[in-house]
């Protein structure tokens, strides 16, 4: 199957356990691969053939910037659905969910949840 990646989109979102976090925000990221069938895009080089990239992010930015979530899995599993319902032609998406900056004492980089979904027939 092919596959569009669209990596490391950027939101402010006021996702988390604790209340500073439902309260401040923070920063997160979301990097899709989303699989389908380009062959028929990359011959008519028309972009009814494929999936919007900018739809796509704004579908996103909607769920990631909307309603709060206690857990990243929630928020995951929200932007599979909404994508996988909004673009008939991705057959399969895995979402990477990144907080950079959790309230976690100690030393990382990011936490993160990812997730794999595949269209039921």
Avoid: W
Avoid at 14 to 35: A, S
Avoid at 76 to 93: D, H, R, T
């Amino acid at each position: 199957m092919d596959k569009i990646i669209i990596n490391n989109m950027e939101f402010y979102g006021y996702h988390g356990v604790l209340p500073e976090e439902n309260r401040l925000g923070q920063r997160f990221r979301v990097t899709l691969t989303l699989e389908l069938d380009l062959q028929k895009a990359g011959k008519t080089d028309n972009l009814h053939d494929t999936v919007s990239y900018a739809e796509v992010y704004e579908v996103c930015k909607e769920i990631v910037e909307g309603r709060p979530h206690q857990l990243l899995e929630s928020v995951a599993e929200n932007l599979s659905e909404a994508i996988l319902e909004s673009f008939p032609l991705i057959e399969q998406i895995t979402v990477q969910l990144i907080k950079p900056d959790p309230p976690i004492r100690g030393h990382y980089q990011s936490v993160a949840v990812e997730i794999s979904r595949r269209k039921s027939r």
